[in-house]
């Protein structure tokens, strides 16, 4: 009894700690932007055996402190997007190798292994580890969870600089945890039936993400979660812990180390289905962030030996000479981006995916617990930690300073058919610039004269596209009826012009494939023709208003970028003017939200208006911070 109230005296100074961090963090972020991991480990250290020594462990204390390790790593899972792979592989083939994002990232992992190997063997040297191989993995990972906020904040995430990071930092997550789970257990068991049961742990997971795309197609699996979802049964939270401590039990009976079990469970439950991230995302986030993980944080910079770190000999050279190492794996890797972009831009992404976190302390954790690493070393890691991921963001933002880009306005049509040219009157209409490329020279003539600009010329040559204005156009739409020009103007838009919105018309199924996979939007005429007859037949008045301009009621999207809207009821947003939200698209989700005053907007949330068009104009640029 007495051991049980001691653990709840613990427990009620870390819960303590986990409300009060956020507050205190977020006082500081004013001067210095501080992640709030951050805070917690240091307020684990004020508290912890090389501070106050107010915290002691019990086993309470340190199986909630291991859940929270594991629940991490299974949230880390969970945001692991592998289609990012099989789009930047699908993308077109006309680069070289050495300009294909993928290949590109792969070479950037590989080089900064190699250099985190080298810097490892100099420490096995100098007896500061006793495995240079996994002191060469602890430096070759990345922190997503620091990359990805700050290229979101710096709206790069859907360009191709962003892209390129984003899939560097998943090869370095992904990758480096996959060869962390194998070294451990060669370390602990030796090399042997161990191999095979690592081997076979992948081989289960990729059965059990086939099984569960299988599943996923039965309309009675569906039926079955929707009715077990509500609020007593919580069927899906219960299924995600089940599935956790399965592939956890699993893991550890194989002899790999448990925490490549939590993380290949997210991303079992994430690749099969993105309406299983979108209703999980609330609820684990909560449950994760807001009891276990901050418990795991907190004990990490309790259990920090300061003194071990002071005591050792060379101890400040040990952290200076890890964080200078930690940066230069990343840096020199990072030049070969230099083949699709600036200096400046190579050695600010080389910068960024220098941050590290979670994955660096677990993993020094996990070698200090096998006598790989002494104390000391380990304190310089959690050091190393706290500095990249407080000052590589700083940095990166300084070496990549804001551009002022133009505003980007116009549409660009191909094609001068009939359908292209009512589009382009439409649009007119709106007082939207309408480019049109085409090789009629009566046809252009004639919407010359309507109020349109023309180029003549192949509409899938970049000088021509480039005389249309595609480098200031905000869209394109492509109509021309040779699926070869289509496919390669659309090719250009993205990748050269980077035009933020590509549409097109194809039939093919193998040509919507491929435009699919360049980010085009496809309209297939059979399709829009179906669902057009559908809507006049089922939602007379909405389809007629949608036709129909005479009377101002106009429908809009808008990407929320407002800091002050987020996490905020839509109760408490007053549009301007006529103006309603009708629609929520969610990021990374297959499905519309259907809004009502409870509905909380997020980050990345595409707001689906309608109303008269002047206060939809005022409502798009309040929604997007202007």
């Known amino acids: 009894m007495m051991e049980s109230q001691s653990a709840f005296k613990s427990l009620l100074l870390l819960t303590v700690l986990a409300a009060l961090v956020p507050i205190v963090v977020r006082q500081i972020r004013r001067v210095l932007p501080v992640p709030i991991v951050v805070g917690e480990i240091i307020a684990g250290i004020v508290i912890g055996r090389s501070g106050l020594n107010l915290v002691h462990e019990s086993p309470v204390v340190t199986f909630l402190a291991e859940f929270g390790f594991i629940f991490l790593m299974f949230l880390s899972g969970l945001e692991v997007n592998f289609s990012v792979f099989s789009e930047a592989k699908s993308g077109p083939m006309r680069r070289p190798l050495w ?12 080089i900064t292994l190699l250099l985190g190997l080298l810097v490892g063997l100099a420490l096995w040297r100098w007896n500061m580890t006793r495995n240079p191989l996994l002191m060469g993995l602890i430096l070759s990972t ?11 904040e710096r709206e790069l995430t859907s360009k191709p600089y962003g892209q390129l990071i984003l899939l560097s930092a998943l090869f370095s997550d992904f990758l480096t945890l996959l060869l962390l789970g194998l070294t451990i257990s060669l370390v602990r068991n030796g090399v042997g039936a161990d191999m095979l049961f690592f081997i076979l742990l992948l081989v289960v997971f990729a059965g059990a993400a086939q099984l569960g795309r299988w599943a996923h197609g039965y309309k009675w699996t569906h039926r079955v979660i929707e009715e077990l979802s509500h609020a007593t049964a919580q069927i899906r939270v219960r299924g995600a812990f089940a599935l956790i401590v399965l592939w956890v039990v699993l893991a550890g009976s194989l002899g790999v180390e448990v925490i490549l079990g939590a993380f290949l469970a997210g991303a079992l439950l994430g690749m099969n289905q993105k309406t299983t991230r979108q209703v999980f995302e609330e ?11 901050p418990i795991f944080f907190i004990m990490v910079g309790a259990r920090f030996d300061l003194p071990a770190l002071l005591a050792s000999p060379g101890a400040l050279w040990l952290v200076a000479l890890l964080i200078v190492a930690a940066y230069l794996v990343k840096l020199l890797p990072a030049l070969c981006f230099r083949t699709l972009f600036s200096w400046r831009e190579s050695m600010a992404a080389g910068v960024l995916l220098s941050s590290r976190l979670s994955l660096i302390i677990a993993a020094s954790a996990i070698a200090l617990s096998l006598d790989m690493i002494t104390p000391a070393t380990n304190a310089a890691v959690v050091l190393v930690a706290i500095v990249t991921c407080t000052a590589s963001p700083i940095l990166f933002n300084r070496l990549l300073p804001v551009r002022s880009e133009q505003k980007r306005r116009g549409v660009i049509i191909l094609g001068t058919d009939f ?5 382009g009157k439409r649009l007119l209409q709106d007082g939207e610039p309408v480019t049109f490329i085409g090789r009629d020279a009566l046809r252009l003539e004639k919407l010359r004269e309507a109020g349109s600009a023309v180029v003549s010329g192949p509409p899938d040559a970049e000088s021509v596209l480039r005389e249309a204005g595609a480098e200031q156009a905000r869209a394109l739409v492509a109509l021309s009826n040779d699926p070869a020009v289509v496919t390669s103007a659309c090719c250009q838009a993205r990748e050269i012009f980077q035009i933020p919105s ?19 939007q496809v309209v297939q005429p059979t399709m829009a023709m179906a669902l057009g007859l559908e809507g006049a037949l089922n939602y ?10 005479s009377d101002q009621f106009d429908f809009s999207d808008a990407p929320l970028r407002n800091v002050a809207l987020l996490d905020r009821p839509l109760r408490q947003v007053h549009l301007p003017g006529k103006a309603l939200v009708v629609g929520i698209r969610r990021r990374g989700e297959g499905e519309v939200v259907v809004p009502h005053g409870d509905t909380v907007l997020r980050e990345g949330d595409v707001l689906m208006l309608c109303g008269e068009p ?13």
């Open 99 to 110: 300009q294909r994002p993928l290949w590109l990232a792969g070479f950037n992992f590989g």
């Open 142 to 152: 990345t922190s997503m969870g620091i990359v990805l906020p700050v290229l979101k």
């Open 283 to 293: 609820k684990l986030d909560a449950m994760g962030y807001g009891f276990f993980i």
């Open 419 to 423: 359908l292209a040219e009512f589009l």
């Open 502 to 520: 590509v549409v097109a018309r194809a039939d093919e199924p193998e040509q919507v494939r491929a435009l699919q996979a360049l980010g085009v």
């Open 540 to 549: 007379p008045a909405a389809f007629s208003a949608l036709i129909d301009r």
């Open 614 to 626: 002047e206060a939809m104009e005022e409502a798009r640029k309040w929604i997007a911070g202007s």
